[in-house]
């Protein structure tokens, strides 16, 4: 099982989510939202053999932190994982998409010319424009669009260039996200929680939580829940393996 986008060094309480980490077992990706938080990052998690820490620069920070990506250029062979990255084109941030369109293209620029790389994408509001720059860079690597909120063509554009769509606990109470993941193909689904910042009925969800996708999962595949767990752990495979 898996945690493929959380915010391991923004919880509240690191002790509380690192014991998550160990007990549950699951697979984590750690990712960060400036490049100057990778390395704390990393010794954060240091020892657990199956939390990796992803390399990221945070669109909703782009026009502040821009300054960074000559950090993150030094630091992006240190790890085969990328993100938080993308676009997000929602209120207070649209005006800056040239700055993050900047950010981002650079950034898939240096991952095309490695090989490799696993990259969790943020898309907020701004769907078409990451498809776009996708597009561009076709071999930047193993693309997983995190919360997904797009249509139904959006999706099926998504899945010609090869993206995986990580689905979190918080997205199964709600009735849009819910019709999305209806759309997803079985052998394209994650799991990720989002935490600390996605909540379910106002608690911080953990990497443990993801159980609750594989239970509804289970009853939207019509499935028991082991299958969904092998299909999920086959996803995963294909993801990191290649």
């Known amino acids: 099982m898996m945690d493929l986008h959380c915010h391991v060094d923004l919880y509240p309480d690191h002790q509380e989510v690192l014991n998550d980490i160990k007990s549950s077992n699951y697979y984590v990706l750690s990712v960060t939202t ?12 240091s020892g657990i053999k199956h939390c990796k820490t992803a390399l990221g620069l945070h669109p909703q920070l782009a026009h502040l932190r821009k300054n960074e ?3 993150f250029d030094k630091l992006v062979d240190r790890t085969r994982y990328i993100g938080e990255i993308g676009l997000d084109g929602s209120k207070g941030y649209a ?11 650079h ?17 907020l509001n701004a769907i078409e424009e990451t498809l776009d720059c ?12 995190h919360w997904f909120l797009g ?3 959006q999706l099926a554009r998504a899945l010609e260039l090869g993206c995986f769509f990580s689905v979190g606990p918080a997205m199964i109470h709600s009735s849009r996200a819910k019709k999305i993941i209806s759309w997803i193909p079985n052998d394209k689904i994650l799991l990720e929680t989002d935490g600390p910042f996605a909540k379910v009925a106002g608690r911080i969800q953990f990497p443990s939580d993801v159980m609750s996708v594989v239970e ?23 993801v990191v393996s290649s």
């Open 34 to 45: 400036v490049p100057s938080a990778f390395e704390g990052t990393v010794q954060l998690t």
């Open 69 to 71: 990506l000559a950090l």
């Open 95 to 105: 005006e800056h998409i040239e700055d993050q369109l900047f950010i981002f293209k």
């Open 107 to 123: 950034i898939l620029n240096k991952c095309q010319s490695r090989k490799g790389k696993v990259l969790t994408i943020h898309s």
């Open 134 to 145: 996708l597009t561009q860079y076709p071999d930047a690597g193993k693309p997983i669009l």
């Open 151 to 153: 249509s139904k063509k």
């Open 216 to 238: 509804y999962l289970s009853q939207q595949w019509g499935v028991a829940q082991e299958s969904v767990v092998s299909q999920l752990e086959y996803n995963l495979k294909n």
